[in-house]
């Protein structure tokens, strides 16, 4: 099932459970699977009528007691082209004819984006299942399950069946 197919889906259960979803907020690290995870907030918001906010958490600045400037300087550049990846992946989704903004925020990523939820008044968080396996659950490398702990609104995750 591709990614449209999967928000045709998406636009029945809404639909027939009377879902009110006007504000997504889409939790992305800007990699290509975040990508599609983009791509398929897009649908799903086209389908329910929804405006998207692409959320990117960048982790904590170095304490600079131990910090180098020269890495100081590294963090800087990463936050700033991060930056505008997210830029441009929200151009993408404009393209598609939804609504669309950003948030760039600082922080533990799911503490940060059940926050921006609450921020924003959001009516779901959509995210991408990373490290699906034993092993990325053990290690917290996937940040769905934390994002559910937290959140006071629901979250959808997408996962992409090939990864």
């Known amino acids: 099932m591709n990614v449209l197919e999967k928000a045709r889906s998406t636009k029945r259960i809404a639909a027939t459970n009377g879902f009110n979803i006007k504000r997504i907020i889409v939790a992305v690290d800007l990699s290509p ?5 983009a791509e398929y907030a897009a649908e799903f918001a086209k389908n329910v009528g929804a405006a998207v906010t692409l959320l990117h958490i960048f982790p904590p600045e170095p304490s600079t007691e131990f910090a180098s ?8 550049q990463g936050r700033r082209l991060l930056g505008w990846k997210l830029i441009e992946l929200v151009e993408k989704v404009r393209q598609t004819g939804v609504k669309c903004d950003h948030d ?22 959509i995210t991408a299942a990373h490290h699906p396996g034993f092993l990325g659950r053990l ?3 996937d940040q769905a399950p934390r994002i559910l702990h937290r959140a006071k609104c629901p979250v959808l995750v997408y996962h992409e069946g090939n990864e």
């Open 139 to 141: 290690f917290g490398l």
């Open 33 to 37: 699977h975040s990508a599609k995870t």
């Open 69 to 76: 400037e020269q890495l100081y300087e590294s963090y800087e």
């Open 104 to 125: 760039f925020r600082v922080g533990d990523p799911a503490e940060q984006i059940a926050r921006s939820a609450q921020d924003l008044q959001a009516d779901l968080i």
